[in-house]
C-alpha cells in the first residue's frame, strides 16, 4: 500500500511515498527543489555519475540550477539534450540517445535524469530500463501533466508508426521531484493540458476532489501554489495507490486510461502535431467517455454535462470542432482505438462511468452503438 503523503515545514513541500518493496521510491513536492537535487539525489546513487537528459525547450531554463546543485553535493554529471516534442519519442531518438550514453561511458552505476516533460520522462526512462538491461533513473518533472502523471508509476516507452507508447517497459524510478516553480514558465495552454490529467483523478473515483477542482481551478491555474501542490499530491497519490495495487496494469491500473483510448486514437489522426497536446486530447476523450456512458445508460446526462461544463469553463477542448476534418470516420477512429495498447483479442477496453467518481473498465461496448456514437461526434465537429 501507499502511505499518505506528509507535510513538512511549509504547506508547499511535501511528499509521498510509492510503495513496491524494493522498488519504492518518494514523490516530493515543493518549492526550489531544483536547487535540492543534489543533496536530495546524492543518497540514491551507487555510483559517482550521472547523465541529464533535457530537451532544447527545458535545458536553456533549468540545467544550469540542476548542474550547479550537482556540482554542490560532488554527483559528476554530464548531458544529452534532445530535440522537443512528442516526435522525439521515437526509435531514432532512442538509438541516438543510447548511442550518447555509451560515448559518454555509461556503467550499471550510471543514473539518468530525466529534466523535462512527459516525453523526456518517457524516453529516458525507457532507455534506462533497457541500457545494460537497466539501470536507474530520476525524475524531474518540469510540465504539470509530467507531475501528476508520466513521472509517476513506472511507465516508459516511445510511439511508432502503429499508435502510442506500443514499445516500452515498466521500471521504476528512484526518485521524483515535483518542483511548483516550473509551472511558472509553462504556457496556459500547457498548464491545462496538465490540469486535465488532474480531473482525470476525481472522475475516477474521488468526487469529492472533482467538486474541489470545480470550486478551485481558477486559482490553481492562476499561479496559487498551495493549491497546486495539494492537486498535485492528491494527483499523484491517486495514482500511486492504484499502481502499488496493479504495476504492470494487470487489472485496476486500466482505470487510470479514463479518456485516453479516445484520446490516443484523436492523437494519431492528428500526427501527434501540436494540433492536440496530449491533455487537450485526454480533455476531449474524457467528455467522449462521460457521454459514451450517458447514451448506454450508464450515467447520468447531468454528470455528463458536468465534465462538459467544467473543462469548458477554463479552456479546454471538449469536442472535435476545429481539429476533426471530412477525412475523419468512424472506421478510422475504430482502427486507431484497435491498435492501442489497451486492446485485448481484438476487443477494445474502455473506462466508462456510472457517475462522477465511479468509473470502472468495460470490455463489451457493442461496435454498431459504438459506430454510432462517433459518427454523431463526428458530425457534430
Not at 522537443?84 to 552505476?109: C, I, M, N, P, W
Not at 543514473?111 to 523526456?120: Q, R
Not at 485485448?344 to 452503438?369: H, Y
Request: net charge negative; charged share 20%; with cysteine.
Amino acid at each position: 500500500m501507499m502511505s499518505e503523503y506528509s507535510t513538512s515545514a511549509t504547506s508547499t513541500e511535501r511528499q509521498l511515498r510509492v510503495e513496491l518493496g524494493d522498488r519504492s521510491y518518494n514523490i516530493m513536492v515543493g518549492r526550489k527543489l531544483m536547487d535540492q537535487a543534489g543533496s536530495l539525489i546524492s543518497p540514491l546513487m551507487t555510483g559517482h555519475k550521472a547523465v541529464i537528459v533535457s530537451d532544447c525547450n527545458v535545458a536553456p531554463i533549468y540545467l544550469a540550477k540542476l548542474e550547479a546543485s550537482l556540482s554542490r553535493a560532488g554527483i559528476e554529471h554530464s548531458t544529452v539534450t534532445l530535440a522537443a516534442g512528442e516526435k522525439t519519442k521515437s526509435f531514432e531518438h532512442l538509438q541516438a540517445l543510447s548511442d550518447k550514453l555509451y560515448q559518454k561511458g555509461v556503467d550499471r552505476q550510471t543514473v539518468l535524469i530525466a529534466l523535462g516533460g512527459g516525453v523526456i520522462g518517457d524516453l529516458s526512462g525507457f532507455c534506462a530500463a533497457i541500457t545494460m538491461r537497466g539501470i536507474g533513473y530520476i525524475q524531474i518533472p518540469t510540465t504539470l501533466l509530467s507531475q501528476v502523471d508520466s513521472s509517476v508509476g513506472g511507465k516508459t516507452g516511445i510511439n511508432t508508426s502503429y499508435g502510442k507508447n506500443l514499445i516500452g517497459a515498466f521500471h521504476q524510478p528512484r526518485l521524483v521531484l515535483a518542483d511548483l516553480d516550473c509551472l511558472d514558465s509553462l504556457p496556459r495552454r500547457q498548464l491545462l493540458a496538465g490540469y486535465a490529467e488532474i480531473v482525470k483523478y476525481g472522475l475516477i473515483k474521488d468526487a469529492e476532489f472533482f467538486l474541489w477542482l470545480e470550486e478551485n481551478a481558477t486559482y490553481l491555474l492562476e499561479g496559487d501554489k498551495a493549491l497546486q501542490a495539494h492537486a498535485i499530491l492528491k494527483s499523484c497519490a491517486s495514482k500511486a495507490s492504484i499502481v502499488a495495487q496493479d504495476e504492470c496494469e494487470n487489472g485496476v491500473r486500466a482505470l487510470l486510461n479514463l479518456g485516453h483510448t479516445f484520446a490516443h486514437a484523436l492523437e494519431a489522426e492528428v500526427g501527434y502535431s501540436d494540433r492536440l497536446l496530449h491533455g487537450e486530447a485526454v480533455s476531449i476523450g474524457m467528455v467522449m467517455a462521460f457521454d459514451l456512458s450517458h447514451r448506454l445508460g450508464l450515467c447520468q446526462k447531468a454528470d455528463a454535462n458536468r465534465v462538459r461544463n467544467h473543462l469548458d469553463s477554463i479552456g479546454l477542448p471538449t469536442n472535435l470542432v476545429g481539429i476533426a476534418d471530412n477525412t475523419w470516420t468512424p472506421d478510422r477512429l475504430v482502427r486507431q482505438m484497435g491498435l492501442d495498447k489497451k486492446a485485448e483479442a481484438g476487443s477494445i477496453i474502455f473506462i466508462l462511468a456510472r457517475a462522477i467518481g465511479s468509473s470502472f473498465i468495460s470490455r463489451d461496448v457493442n461496435p454498431t452503438e459504438l459506430q454510432d456514437f462517433l459518427a454523431d461526434t463526428l458530425s457534430a465537429a
